[in-house]
């Protein structure tokens, strides 16, 4: 079992930015696969960002390739998700998932493969 907590959602302006976290506790979270996924209102909870155990492989959503940037610190027990040039549109409740098994790109940004998640923290932005 792996427990994720999200933080460091808040209000920004469009065009801020904003570093989320998810502290990891339990098996070794160096071993799974860490996600963000966010669920706008009305809308289904869609892919953002995944990436591998080890941290070389990542892959981002279209919507936010080249403004987002996901990383994580094993030692830390913690990942984290940079997210620069903020609009309107991605306001959202923002998860963070985990999975263990290989490294995969589809299986990653899939999410009924991750059986872990956090409670989920609140993104708005501002025009």
């Known amino acids: 079992q792996v427990q994720l907590v999200e933080s460091g959602g808040g209000l920004v302006q469009a065009g801020g930015s904003l570093r989320l976290s998810c502290a990891a506790s339990?098996?070794?979270?160096?071993?799974?696969?860490m996600g963000w996924f966010r669920q706008a209102p009305g809308k289904e909870r869609e892919f953002v960002a995944a990436i591998s155990w080890s941290g070389p492989s990542s892959i981002y959503s279209d919507s936010v390739k080249g403004r987002f940037t996901i990383s994580r610190d094993n030692a830390k027990n913690t990942g984290y998700l940079q997210m620069n040039i903020l609009q309107p549109e991605d306001t959202a409740v923002y998860y963070c998932?985990?999975?263990?098994?290989?490294?995969?790109?589809?299986?990653?940004?899939?999410?009924?493969?991750?059986?872990?998640w956090g409670q989920g923290t609140q993104v708005t932005v501002s025009s």
């Open positions: 998932a985990a999975r263990q098994g290989p490294w995969n790109t589809i299986l990653a940004a899939m999410r009924g493969t991750y059986p872990y």
């Open positions: 339990g098996r070794t979270f160096s071993s799974y696969t």
